[in-house]
């Protein structure tokens, strides 16, 4: 699936299922939640916090999936809102990042 069809489809999936958007703000809630909620399994399965109980550890990268699209949906239902085009916005993200960094990382000590 592309970005596009992404957008399209979360689009169309809100409009049919979900009844409507929440209003921008709340989304912008939703989606800090979401990152919480990654996070959370990120600073147990590569960090230094433990699982609580082993039967959770078997499905953390699972779980972690599952976090990740959510924070994609809810970023997706929010480009859609607010007009903007995320393959778009990702292209000049990326141009710009290769025009700034061009030969940063290569000479950073601490990368090698």
């Known amino acids: 699936m592309t970005i596009e069809e992404a957008q399209t489809t979360v689009d169309s999936w809100i409009k049919t299922i979900g009844v409507r958007y929440f209003n921008e703000l709340t989304n912008t809630a939703v989606l800090m939640e979401e990152v919480g909620e990654m996070s959370r399994l990120m600073a147990r399965i590569y960090g230094e916090q433990s699982f609580k109980n082993k039967e959770k550890e078997l499905t953390a990268k699972d779980d972690l999936a599952g976090e990740m699209a959510d ?42």
């Open 71 to 112: 924070v994609l949906f809810v970023l997706i239902c929010l480009a859609n809102q607010t007009g903007i085009d995320l393959t778009e916005a990702l292209q000049k993200s990326l141009d710009k990042k290769t025009k700034r960094d061009k030969n940063r990382h290569k000479g950073n000590e601490k990368l090698r």
